[in-house]
């Protein structure tokens, strides 16, 4: 069964930084296609980055484009987004995805992703 497991959410206040982590369950499980998406309260779920394993193409949503780096590491199996000048409009539930490997293309569409970890929550306040 896939499991995907955030953590490194916490509460900071604008311009600092915090680095999320998405443990992906399986030594085999290789997805072609991982995302971070976000929640705000009475908001739609949105994408913050993405990554095509194959090849390394990133997309970042223009809200976060220059601050937040999606990376992954492949040997462990972990994404990451690292998060710089933090802003208090970046509050929000953080998700990590993955898309089912029987599709061999990238996507930004949470109704795209078919595994999804539990969430963390990031709050930025002064």
């Known amino acids: 069964q896939v499991q995907l497991v955030e953590s490194g959410g916490g509460s900071v206040q604008p311009e600092n930084s915090l680095r999320l982590s998405c443990a992906l369950s399986g030594a085999t499980y290789r997805p072609r296609c991982l995302g971070w998406f976000r929640q705000a309260p009475g908001k739609e779920r949105e994408v913050v980055a993405s990554i095509f394993t194959s090849g390394g193409d990133t997309y970042y949503s223009d809200s976060v484009k220059g601050r937040f780096t999606i990376s992954r590491d492949s040997g462990k199996n972990i994404l990451y987004l690292q998060m710089n000048a933090l802003k208090p409009e970046d509050t929000a539930m953080y998700y990590c995805?993955?898309?089912?490997?029987?599709?061999?293309?990238?996507?930004?569409?949470?109704?795209?992703?078919?595994?999804w970890g539990q969430g963390t929550q990031v709050t930025v306040s002064s």
């Open positions: 995805a993955a898309r089912s490997l029987r599709w061999s293309d990238c996507s930004t569409k949470p109704a795209d992703f078919s595994h």
